[in-house]
C-alpha cells in the first residue's frame, strides 16, 4: 500500500492559518472517515491531533481541525503559534492495515 | 493513566537477534491492539503491523512481513518486535502505540542501532 501524499514543508507567521494536504485513493482516505493526525516535535515521540478525520482529543485546542473531501483530507492550523512548529503526519486505517502520509515540515515565521 | 514503556536503546551488529518490548498500563492490556511503527533517521512514519494481545492476532504489513515478528505476552502487558538477523537498515528508532483506529498512545522510542 502506497503512503499517503502530503506537501513536503509549509510556513506560516503567528496569528495566520495554514492547512496541509494529505492524498490518498478510495481504497483508504477516501473509503473511511479513519484519518488522523499527528504532531511530532524533534526527538519526541508523535501525538495524536485528530482522529476520525474531525475529532480532537482532550487537551488539543481548538486551533486545530481536520476535514475530508473525497480522497483529501486537511488538517488545518489557524491562530498559528511558534509552539505548532513541528512536523505533521497523516494517517488512514483500513480494515486490514494503516498507512501514513509522507510527513510536512511546518515553520513557524 | 495510559502509558506504554518501552524497552532501552540497542547497539547490534548485522547478522545479530534483537527483541525489543513495550509495556502496557493504566488499561486493560487485552482489550485493545498495539501497533508497531518505524521512523528511520530523518525519515517519516512507517505502520509496521499490529497485534491483539488478547487473542496475538497479528497482521503486518507487506513491507514488513517475514522481516520482523510481532508477539505478545498478555501474562505481563507486554509487546514484542523481534528480529531474527539485523541488517545495517534496520538502524531506526521504533515505536508502539494503542491502536484502534488511530494511533492514540504511544511509547517513548526505542532506538535500535544496526553497525560492525
Known amino acids: 500500500q502506497s503512503a499517503l501524499t502530503q506537501p513536503a514543508s509549509v510556513s506560516g507567521s503567528p496569528g495566520q492559518s495554514i492547512t496541509i494536504s494529505c492524498t490518498g485513493t478510495?481504497?483508504?482516505?477516501?473509503?473511511?472517515?479513519?484519518v488522523s493526525w499527528y504532531q511530532q516535535h524533534p526527538g519526541k515521540a508523535p501525538k495524536l491531533m485528530i482522529y476520525?478525520?474531525?475529532n480532537r482529543p482532550s487537551g488539543v485546542p481548538d486551533r486545530f481541525s481536520g476535514s475530508k473531501s473525497g480522497n483529501t483530507a486537511s488538517l488545518t492550523i489557524s491562530g498559528l503559534q511558534a509552539e505548532d512548529e513541528a512536523d505533521y503526519y497523516c494517517?488512514?486505517?483500513?480494515?486490514?492495515?494503516?498507512?501514513f502520509g509522507g510527513g510536512t515540515k511546518l515553520t513557524v515565521l | 493513566e495510559v502509558q506504554l514503556v518501552q524497552s532501552g536503546a540497542e547497539v547490534k551488529k548485522p547478522g545479530e537477534s534483537l527483541k525489543i518490548s513495550c509495556k502496557g498500563s493504566?488499561?486493560?492490556?487485552?482489550?485493545?491492539?498495539i501497533g508497531w511503527v518505524r521512523q528511520m533517521p530523518g525519515k517519516g512514519l512507517e505502520w509496521m503491523g499490529i497485534?491483539?494481545?488478547?487473542?496475538?492476532?497479528?497482521r503486518y504489513s507487506p513491507s514488513f512481513q517475514g522481516q520482523v515478528t510481532i508477539s505478545a505476552d498478555k501474562s505481563i502487558s507486554t509487546a514484542y518486535l523481534q528480529w531474527s538477523s539485523l541488517k545495517a537498515s534496520d538502524t531506526a528508532m521504533y515505536y508502539c502505540?494503542?491502536?484502534?483506529?488511530?494511533?492514540?498512545?504511544w511509547g517513548q522510542g526505542t532506538l535500535v542501532t544496526v553497525s560492525s
Open positions: 502505540a494503542r491502536q484502534g483506529k488511530e494511533l492514540a498512545y
Open positions: 476520525e478525520v474531525s
Open positions: 493504566g488499561y486493560s492490556f487485552t482489550s485493545y491492539w
Open positions: 478510495s481504497s483508504d482516505v477516501g473509503g473511511y472517515n479513519y
Open positions: 494517517s488512514s486505517y483500513t480494515s486490514s492495515s494503516t498507512v
Open positions: 497485534i491483539y494481545p488478547g487473542d496475538s492476532d497479528t
